[in-house]
């Protein structure tokens, strides 16, 4: 016997005949003498039209307040789900994150989780009691309802899973496992049995939309096993692990990409120290996040110009602070893009292999394909290109690092 969390998100919850099908993985396991707690999002669409009535509300509201309307949605589910599993004959019974309690901190909108006391409904589930919990949402010091940002509920079950020492994860979606790379876009990706905790986090964070960022990162420090399955499809999914479960190290695991970041060149900077301490800042002091950076200098009138990344959300902002401290920076001129995309190139086999890069750079290079901006780390590369190229330089790449489905592995 084994305790699982199994969280389903909002497709997979996204009318009753949904519920239906979800629950009936959760019947499954009990069937098999497992003890079960279901985590479950908000119904699909049903978190965007109570944020759309905030706002329409009040273009001004109250955080508190729109937590308390948008944790809404998953009480709805929770109580629903627990029916449906009461209609099959299984002990189930909701809990809302104040019932739990799911102890939060009090950043209403983008709340952490600090700790979860999971005493009395480990008791239940001993009982043979199904726990349905909802996900996304806790309680604050001042006992307030919090909720954890988009795609909270990930991290809901993950740190559910971890408090109640649970043996596994299980993270429904509406695809069946993790791929190599968008198989909208190529074809020939294949689905992965196993990958790595930071594998699984470089993905996530630079475009991978199967599993949030900080339920990676939360599942890697506290070792919780997550696998990532279909609601729709009764398939093997892909299992996150730590890295010495990895018996075949691929040099290259994935490929992601993303097209929320944009590009800022800076032209005309003095070439002399603290000129890149003047240009980056005015951005830091304004929170602006950048990430990818160039910087080339021109010998024969002592200039520099500088290019960087920021996210495309802060394009318009970045210009505006930049263009308020031009004479402090002393700059001569600013272009801006935002039609670029950063595609990355991801695995834990970079790490006692050579070449990696170099592939990635010639591989472009025969396409034609110019390259923006570079930034790497122990197990990734990515490179800044126009987004026109996407397409081309994915399958491209895919096929230049082995990865497609009939050329076998690429360790």
Known sequence: MARIVKKFGGTSVADIDRIRASAAFVKRAVDEGHEVAVVVSA?????????????????????????????????ITVGLMSIVLQSMGIQARSWLGWQIPVKTSDVHGAARIESIDTSD??????????????????????????TLGRGGSDTSAVALAAAMGADRCDIYTDVDGVYTTDPRIVSRARKLGRVTYEEML???????????????AMAMTHGVRVQVLSSFDDVPGTLVVNEDEIV???LVTGLAYSRSDSVVTVY??????????????????????????VQSQAP?????????SVPVADLARAKDVLEANRERIGYRSIDTNADVVKL?????GMRSHAGVANTMFRTLADKGINIRAISTSEIKVSALIDSEYTELALRALHTAYGLDADQGSAA
């Open 248 to 250: 075949e190290k691929e």
């Open 43 to 75: 119904m699909s669409g049903t978190t965007n039209q109570l944020v759309n009535w905030c706002q329409e509300a009040s273009a001004l509201h109250d955080a508190r307040e729109y937590d308390t309307v948008v944790a809404a949605g998953e009480q």
């Open 268 to 293: 005309g900077l003095p070439d002399r120290p603290g000129t890149v301490a003047d240009l980056f800042s005015p951005l830091a002091e304004a929170d602006i996040i950048v990430d990818m950076i």
């Open 344 to 348: 990355s190139v991801v695995g834990i």
């Open 121 to 146: 409904m480990v008791r239940r589930m001993g009982e043979g009691q199904v726990a349905v919990v909802a996900g996304f949402q806790g309680i604050g010091s001042d006992n307030r309802i919090t």
């Open 300 to 308: 024969h009138n002592n200039e520099a110009e500088v290019t960087f």
């Open 202 to 216: 470089e993905m996530a964070s630079l475009g991978a939309k199967v599993l949030q960022t900080r339920s990676v």
